[in-house]
């Protein structure tokens, strides 16, 4: 027991002794650990701009082979950066002087060596080359020994790149003068006026320059970049030769592909194209090519995809622009088809070949240098394992199934489309072909039997063919012309037609067949809104239906109501005309006492209110139907206010009252309705002379308010000292048949005058307005826009008034079927010496008319409603009549129809004048003397 004791206690020592130990091991190893940690240190680096190499964008980020160079190095050194831009001077200069403490970018010089340090690796070299002028046609790039012999121009201070040009020169064995250039011998920074005059034959420059007016016959590695460190700071320099040691041992193509990214446009040398195939492009005319339409990515011209050309169009623009070939397309069903049309010379080259040399070889085709690289895929039925044995292989027509690819039978489809679809339906166990072709297919939901084999991945090198024998200067200016097209602008023509592709329209077929219960949804739903449609169509056709019946309707009520109007206006018009009539003759008549010549006063007076309230009533009416109209004439606005003062002035004279007239207008000439304005101020003055007291002041002024665009702005106001108009009466004073005031006042009207002249401003495009206060009298006014014309279009429609003598011995027709009227007409057209002939009716108008030679009547006057035939029935058949001069005697139509639309159709049926009854003499006669 004892020694068992023992035992324990020694073995429980060595094991507390091993966990000491672990445990200074464990400690030293942490501390060894925390000691190799690098020190994390912020440098201080010179970023000037130098493009590809050290660059900032508009955000402040900083980018190029500096930038990718110093993230690399960080890694191994746990440095961070303070990057410091500006002038390139100022930053070298600060960097001389210790204040930075990298610098990228910079070239070797011995000269430099005291003041800043190299490493013992670069980050990559730059590119020289060497140019000529495009027009020197003896140096070709494919064979240096052209050189030999030649001038070349350098700048004396590039050694490097000239050390390395005599590197060049002397491997290829080719012996060149080289001549050297100062400062001082530079224009513009550079040399190339040199080279421009033939003082040399080629200048050696670098990738970077901008040489597109000379042509690059070769290309060499130059100088190398470098990132310097400051001098003094050896612990740096050595941490900087580490970590390149490191990056290019883990990476040796590292200073390659970085400067191949921020360098894509390296220049080794120019295409040119040879005095023969110039003449061949000049030549040549069209190149047809063989297409399949609507084929991605290669072919996509009006087709489904509107947002992409393909490739092949996009390729040959390439080719276009760079050789000055034109092209053109012949289309073809499918790929086999295309490939026939070349082999039968219907087309001059194949617009892509989809396998190899040989396989063109065996249908006698030969190809131009690839353009680009497809990828090849396998999709198999679900039913079978591939590969295996006795399978049965789809391939589109024209295409070869590789020797790798195992199948026992071959079967030919004319479309990629054909091909998936036989695999899906089991007749092929796999097809082979393009993956952009494939996977389009794919994405269609009606496959479900179809997999692609993921292990089997080929690409395929795409280029143009042609029929052998092969036309040498087409197909060398073809590979010429693909060479030419920058990497970048490949990148993007298959990138973005590709990215285009990943489109595929769904048809109806295949969403039923992914959806079938959506499907049954969608179609329910659809003969939903079918059902839907037809109920509501047939509840709109009813609707519709029923309001045609009431438009009709009311249609039919307008149309009698204005028929109604027009009789009656005429029916009252007709013994007006009579009693206005028998008392013009009657005033004319020498010898009347004071007393008759009172009374007849009176009549006229009074036929007058009974003419204005008849206008009034169906001035109101054609408003209520919407049948009032606004004419468009030209006008003298100052003439128009004058014969309204004038009037105004005898009427407030009468009634011991003050009238005022106030203008201020620089246009007088006017476009617009001087009857409707007249009426318009007529009723504001007549109303402001009933409610102004005797001694009372109204006044009228028109003022012109602002003049743009050749129209006019004009106020109306029309103002009087009556008793005012309290505010809550204002609006209602423009009510129908509303009168204010004292029971005198009202008794002298109807009411209508406001309303109708309230809707006559506003179908003028104005407003008439009221502002009053009670005892302090009103003011009406009102502001209208007016098209402005020239004096002498408003000059144009004066005429002068006929001499008594111009009437004497001339004779009128007239048409009149109402006894009484035509009796005072005569009666009147006699009391100025001319001879009247009349006529019942219309039709014996037209036969007296017709019965004379021409020139016997010298005008017509024409009554509308008669028996037998109308006026204007009679005026048609006058002025159609070939005898007699029916085409220029003036008729002039003299009615109890007073509407526009009696006054249009009169004009429509060739009258030239109208006359309203009852007859104003005075306005008779002169409208007769304008046409006598």
């Known amino acids: 027991m004892k020694i068992k004791k023992n035992t324990k206690t020694i073995f429980a020592f060595f094991l507390l002794l091993l966990l000491l130990l672990g445990s200074l091991q ?5 501390v060894q650990a925390e000691d190799a940690v690098p020190e994390k240190k912020v440098l ?8 590809g190499v050290s660059e900032t964008d508009e955000k402040g980020n900083h980018k190029g082979l500096v930038v990718d160079y110093l993230n690399e190095i960080a890694k191994y050194t746990n440095w961070d950066y303070e990057y410091i831009t500006g002038e390139s001077e100022e930053l070298i200069a600060n960097f001389m002087d210790g204040k930075y403490d990298l610098l990228g970018g910079t070239y070797y010089s011995e000269d430099l060596e005291g003041y800043l340090s190299y490493p013992d690796y670069n980050m990559a070299s730059n590119r020289a080359v060497l140019f000529c002028r495009k027009d020197d046609l003896d140096l070709r790039t494919y064979d240096l020994s052209t050189l030999n012999g030649k001038t070349i121009g350098v700048y004396e201070k590039a050694d490097e790149k000239i050390r390395r040009l005599q590197e060049f020169l002397n491997f290829n064995g080719v012996e060149c003068k080289l001549k050297y250039y100062a400062q001082a011998d530079m224009v513009n920074a550079t040399l190339y006026h040199h080279l421009e005059n033939g003082e040399v034959d080629l200048l050696l420059g670098n990738d970077l320059e901008d040489i597109q007016d000379f042509r690059v016959i070769a290309s060499f590695e130059a100088q190398p970049y470098y990132i310097a460190v400051a001098g003094g700071k050896q612990e740096i320099l050595d941490e900087l030769n580490t970590a390149l040691r490191y990056i290019l041992e883990g990476d040796p193509d590292f200073a390659e592909k970085h400067y191949a990214l ?11 194209y040879n005095p023969e195939e110039l003449e061949y492009i000049k030549n040549a005319g069209k190149i047809k090519v063989a297409a399949v339409k609507d084929w991605h990515p290669y072919y996509c011209i009006d087709g489904d995809k509107q947002h992409h050309n393909g490739i092949i169009p996009d390729i040959l623009d390439e080719i276009s622009d760079s050789s000055g070939l034109e092209f053109t397309y012949c289309f073809a069903d499918t790929y086999t088809d295309a490939i026939h049309m070349v082999q039968e010379g219907k087309a001059d080259i194949l617009g892509w070949f989809l396998d190899t040399e040989d396989a063109a070889r065996e249908q006698g085709l030969a190809l131009t240098k690839p353009f680009i690289t497809m990828n090849n895929m396998i999709v198999k039925n679900n039913s079978v394992s591939y590969p295996s044995g006795n399978l049965t292989g789809a391939v589109l027509e024209g295409r070869v199934l590789p020797e790798d690819v195992q199948a026992e039978q071959t079967v030919y489809y004319s ?13 092929a166990d796999f097809v082979y072909g ?16 179809i997999t692609p084999v993921t292990f089997y991945n080929t690409s395929t090198s795409v280029s143009f063919a042609m029929v052998r024998p092969v036309d040498p200067e087409l197909l060398s200016i073809l590979n010429k012309g693909i060479s030419d097209i920058p990497e970048e602008k490949m990148d993007a023509v298959t990138g973005r037609n590709f990215v285009s592709g990943s489109y595929v329209p769904v048809t109806l077929k295949e969403l039923i067949y992914e959806n079938p219960m959506a499907a049954v949804l969608i179609v329910a739903a659809f003969l939903l809104l079918i059902l839907l449609a037809v109920v509501l169509i047939a509840r709109s056709r009813v609707k519709s239906t029923v309001l045609q019946a009431e438009l009709r309707r009311a249609e039919a009520e307008s149309k009698a109501k204005g028929e109604f109007l027009s009789r009656m206006s005429h029916e009252i018009r007709t013994p007006m005309n009579a009693i206005a009539g028998l008392v013009d003759l009657t005033c004319m008549k020498e010898g009347l006492s004071g007393e008759v010549k009172g009374n007849l006063e009176k009549i006229r007076s009074s036929t007058k209110y009974l003419l204005a309230l008849l206008n009034d009533i169906l001035d109101m009416s054609r408003l209520d139907g919407g049948m009032l109209t606004i004419a468009s004439e030209p006008f003298s606005l100052d003439k128009l206010l004058r014969e309204v003062e004038e009037m105004t002035r005898i009427q407030t004279l009468q009634k011991d009252q003050e009238f005022n007239f106030q203008t201020d207008i620089a246009h007088s000439g006017v476009t617009g309705d001087p009857i409707r304005l007249r009426q318009v101020l007529t009723n504001l003055l007549s109303n402001a ?3 102004t007291p005797p001694k009372g002041i109204i006044t009228l002024e028109v003022k012109e308010e602002a003049f743009e665009n050749d129209r006019a702005v004009y106020r109306f106001s029309v103002t009087d000292t009556g008793d005012g108009i309290a505010p809550e009466f204002q609006k209602q004073i423009f009510g129908v048949f509303e009168q204010l005031g004292t029971s005198s006042s009202k008794s002298e009207g109807t009411g209508l005058g406001l309303p109708i002249s309230q809707n006559i401003v506003k179908l003028m495009g104005g407003e008439l307005m009221v502002n009053s206060t009670p005892k302090e009298g009103a003011e009406f006014f009102f502001t209208l826009s007016l098209p402005v014309v020239a004096p002498d279009e408003t000059e144009a429609i004066k005429k002068e008034p006929a001499s008594e003598e111009s009437f004497r011995g001339k004779r009128i027709l007239l048409a009149e079927d109402n006894d009484l009227n035509a009796e005072i007409a005569e009666e009147l057209l006699k009391m100025k010496g001319i001879l009247t002939e009349r006529a019942c009716n219309g039709q014996e108008a037209v036969f007296m008319f017709e019965s004379h030679k021409s020139g016997y009547y010298d005008l017509i006057l024409m009554d509308l409603q008669m028996p037998v035939k109308n006026g204007l029935e009679a005026a048609r058949e006058i002025r159609s009549s070939q005898l007699s001069g029916g085409s220029t005697v003036p008729i002039l139509a003299m009615t109890a129809n007073t509407f526009q639309e009696d006054i249009d159709a009169a004009e429509k049926a060739g009258m030239n004048g109208f006359i309203t009854k009852p007859v104003d003499s005075n306005y008779m006669y002169q409208t007769i003397g304008e046409y006598l």
């Open 26 to 30: 464990h400690t030293a190893f942490l």
């Open 44 to 51: 201080k680096v010179a970023f000037p701009y130098i493009k």
């Open 262 to 272: 921020h360098f894509p446009e390296q220049r080794t040398a120019d295409i040119r």
């Open 415 to 427: 479309t990629t489309e054909e091909c998936v679809k036989a695999v899906n339906q089991g007749e």
């Open 434 to 449: 393009l993956a952009t072709s494939l996977e389009t297919e794919l994405q269609k939901p009606s496959y479900r039997n």
């Open 689 to 691: 002379g009933k409610f």
